[in-house]
């Protein structure tokens, strides 16, 4: 099946791909500033460089955007299903990174929250999901 109905999104996210400071990581930055939190930015000594680091807390919170990291049942985590020989690789190693940081940054003692993009469109569910993460001790 061709999946016109997400070109447009793709493109949208095509756009942001490596982009520094996007829309959702200002969000989320602005909205767990505003739950109280402190934390520090994309911390360059922790595997991965969470985007946000609760060093106290020993918790990070990565923000992801759907397309790139292929965030599954998502209508953005979709897989293009033109040109997929170049896709197929990028992806993958994209979510083999994603797991290979999460298992380091677990193996040293740190919690790790995602939050993905699509999330970011839902404030009243993504609020108690990184409180509760955020409150949660090991
Ligand atoms: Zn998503």
Redesign the pocket.
Known sequence: MVDKISEARRSWNMSRIRSHDTGPEIFVRKLVYALGYRFRLSAVDLPGKPDLVFRRRHAVIFIHG?FWHQ?AA????SRPSSNSQYWEPKLRSNIERDLRVKAALVAAGWRVLVV????TKKPEQLIPRVRDFLEARK
Do not use: A, I, M, P
């Open positions: 759907c965030h998502c209508v953005d985590g993905w993009e699509c999330e």
